[in-house]
């Protein structure tokens, strides 16, 4: 009798090696994400003491935004107002400027474009949303008579025409409910009249949210980034990032949760709390109870979200390396599905103050709908910096 040494059928043997090798494949990619080799083409930049155009000075600049004729727009902190710059980088007028009349900033304007190309600018300090007109006409504004407004630095319009506020978790006004403080997202009428609800709790996005350092240094500093990605989606980073990455949705009117995706980091820790180790800081905050305290160090914090033009979504992130003396800033490329394709070093931006005041310099980031990439580089004096991102 003749033994059968096969005892399964060779397709069928082939088939379990092919599914067992993918699954190993899969499980090393979740780890170790394809290596991508980033440079940057400038074509050219914006603030340089070339003594071409006497018009402007960049001194401060936090906020880089493009209309749809690729016009370039740039909030200024020092001189309070919103700088204009053609699609080459021509100045061409300012929007605004320091005081406390119409159409003035007692501060420096935030601001983005609305559904009709207009510029909507919040001042926190005057407590005003001001409508422009692109080249810089008042349209509207508004000052809401009730406390509980919540002011945010950033904000975009849905496609409904209502607003989502990024709010970092702190404490509005002793009258306001206190659930306020546990939600990150608010969403506001198309006139910011009323505050239609809130979504997405703090506790549930940020690593280690019920640390006193953590809720300390999100409510000082940074209240993470989003990007819209669709009519009615968008992503969410929180500014301690932990890997996740977040995405909302409009379903019968309703922002929901709906998926969670995992980005890499190179540390085992976003956060460690309570140390002295090298790179701790120490964040003080005053308040009714007095000065409070506390201490952690930061290994990874968000630094922003933007989305190319066939849908792919960059995140840009400072990370201590683990192991390594050295702090880099990291970018991760994401497919519209979610998926992670890759990560690789952006040496363009460099990470300041070694992780500890990370929003003090953090370097606004913008992409238009050609793909253009607008950074600003804080290396000797302030200068938006724009080009092409090759190797993604």
């Known amino acids: 009798m003749k033994l059968n040494i096969l ?43 070339t003594g071409a155009d006497a018009n402007y000075f960049l001194a401060s600049p936090y906020q880089i935004r493009t209309d749809n004729r690729q016009n370039i727009y740039i909030a200024e902190g020092q001189q309070k107002t919103i700088m204009v710059f053609g699609p080459h980088g021509k100045h061409l007028r300012s929007i605004g400027r320091s005081g406390k009349g119409p159409g003035e900033f007692p501060s420096g304007p935030r601001f983005h474009f609305n559904n009709e190309n207009k510029i909507v600018a919040l001042d926190m300090v005057s407590q005003r949303v001001t409508w422009f007109s692109k080249k810089g006409d008042i349209l ?29 978790p702190r404490d509005i006004g002793e009258s ?24 997405g709790k703090f506790d549930r996005l940020v690593p280690k949210s019920d640390s006193k350092f953590v809720n300390m240094i999100s409510n000082r ?11 009615n989606s968008f992503w969410y980073t929180p500014g301690i990032y932990d890997g996740k990455v977040y995405k909302f949705e409009n379903s019968a009117d309703e922002w929901k949760l709906v998926n969670t995706f995992d980005g890499y980091t190179d540390w085992e820790e976003a956060i460690v709390v309570n140390t002295e180790e090298d790179g701790s ?24 979200l933007v989305q190319t033009n066939d849908g792919k979504v960059l995140h840009f992130s400072g990370q ?18 979610g998926n992670l394709i890759g990560t690789g070093s952006f040496d363009e931006i460099a990470i300041d103050s070694n992780l500890a005041y990370f929003s003090s310099h953090d ?25 092409k991102i090759e190797g993604l």
């Open 7 to 49: 005892t399964s059928p060779p397709k069928l043997f082939w088939a379990a090696v092919y599914i067992l090798l993918f699954a190993i494949s899969g499980f090393v990619s979740d780890f170790a994400p394809e290596k991508l080799s980033l440079s940057f083409d400038e074509s050219f930049s914006i603030g340089e003491n």
């Open 140 to 168: 509207s504004e508004y000052a809401p008579s009730q406390s509980g407004m919540v002011w945010s630095e950033k904000f975009f319009q849905t496609a409904d025409g209502n607003y989502i506020m990024l709010k970092k």
């Open 176 to 199: 306001d409910p206190s659930n306020y403080r546990e939600y990150v997202f608010h969403r506001y009428s198309k006139s910011f009249e009323d505050h239609i609800n809130f979504f």
């Open 221 to 231: 500093i940074n209240s993470g980034n989003f990007v819209k990605t669709g009519k």
């Open 281 to 304: 800081m120490s964040i003080v905050t005053y308040g009714e109870e007095g000065q409070q305290r506390s201490r952690g160090k930061i290994n990874s914090y968000s630094i922003g």
């Open 320 to 337: 201590r390396m683990a192991n390594k003396d050295s702090l880099k800033t990291m970018v991760e490329v994401f497919n519209p599905q």
């Open 363 to 387: 370097p606004a980031i913008w992409m238009d709908e050609k793909n253009r990439f607008y950074f600003v580089d804080y290396d000797d004096v302030p200068v938006v910096k724009v080009g």
